[in-house]
């Protein structure tokens, strides 16, 4: 856990830092910034965080939508998209394809050009 770690952290150095301290100066790190960060993004300390209220608006957004799926009717929408496609069908059945008469030497002439 970032908490623990960054007081271990902050031990070790005040520890070095009493023993040492005469020999210079000694920059005593402080991970108060880090763990408030921490704090914002994953929770803790009564606050929800961000990761935990994403996740939370995404619950809420599927339960809505659920519930928005069950009242509609659908079943209307299924014919008008069955009606549709059986008319793109006819009209594909309708295209005449033609095939057209190249003799060898119009072909060796594209594929040079």
């Known amino acids: 856990e970032i908490d623990v770690r960054a007081r271990d952290i902050e031990s070790e150095v005040a520890e070095i830092k009493s023993k040492y301290g005469h020999l210079g100066d000694f920059t ?3 991970f108060d910034y880090v763990r408030e960060a ?3 993004i994953i929770g803790g300390d009564g606050k929800r965080g961000f990761i935990n ?3 939370d608006k995404f619950i809420n957004f599927d339960i809505d939508e659920t ?9 209307g929408y ?3 998209i ?3 496609i ?3 069908d006819a009209a594909l059945m309708d295209v005449t394809v ?3 008469d190249v003799d060898t030497f119009n072909l060796f002439m594209i594929k040079f050009k």
Do not use: H, T, V, W
Not at 67 to 75: E, I, P, V
């Open 28 to 30: 005593q790190p402080r």
């Open 82 to 84: 069955a009606d549709k």
């Open 98 to 100: 033609l095939n057209p």
């Open 38 to 40: 921490a704090r914002e």
């Open 53 to 55: 209220e994403c996740m």
């Open 86 to 88: 059986d008319r793109i």
């Open 78 to 80: 299924a014919k008008e």
């Open 67 to 75: 519930n928005y799926a069950k009242q509609m009717d659908f079943s």
